[in-house]
């Protein structure tokens, strides 16, 4: 089992940045993979990101390569996302979630843990 807690979500204009961090509870963190999601209002919920437990395997969206970066810190059960050069298409929220597969892929269903959301908001 593990809970994930999103937080680091806000209103941030055009071009700028944001943080976001998943804190996990559990002491089996380093064995899942994890994830980020979105989900704007209207529209379905998202990849944006993944890395596997070792940290050694990452994926992103192409909506986001370039300007988004995972990274996971095992030692503090926490996953990152760290959100530069946003954009209006950017706003949504933000959901973490972790897998119990080898590797964190990229669709929704090979995830079996979700956190609550954090909403991001980015202005023109």
């Known amino acids: 089992q593990v809970q994930l807690v999103e937080s680091g979500g806000g209103l941030v204009q055009a071009g700028g940045s944001l943080r976001l961090s998943c804190a996990a509870s559990g002491r089996t963190f380093s064995s899942y993979g994890m994830g980020w999601f979105r989900q704007a209002p209207g529209k379905e919920r998202e990849f944006v990101a993944s890395?596997?437990?070792?940290?050694?395997?990452?994926y992103y969206a192409d909506s986001v390569k370039g300007r988004f970066t995972i990274s996971r810190d095992n030692a503090k059960n926490t996953v990152y996302l760290q959100m530069n050069s946003l954009k209006p298409e950017d706003t949504a929220v933000y959901y973490c979630?972790?897998?119990?597969?080898?590797?964190?892929?990229?669709?929704?269903?090979?995830?079996?843990?979700w956190g609550q959301g954090t909403r991001v908001t980015v202005s023109s």
């Open positions: 890395i596997s437990g070792s940290g050694r395997s990452i």
């Open positions: 979630a972790g897998t119990r597969t080898v590797v964190a892929g990229t669709f929704l269903g090979e995830y079996d843990y």
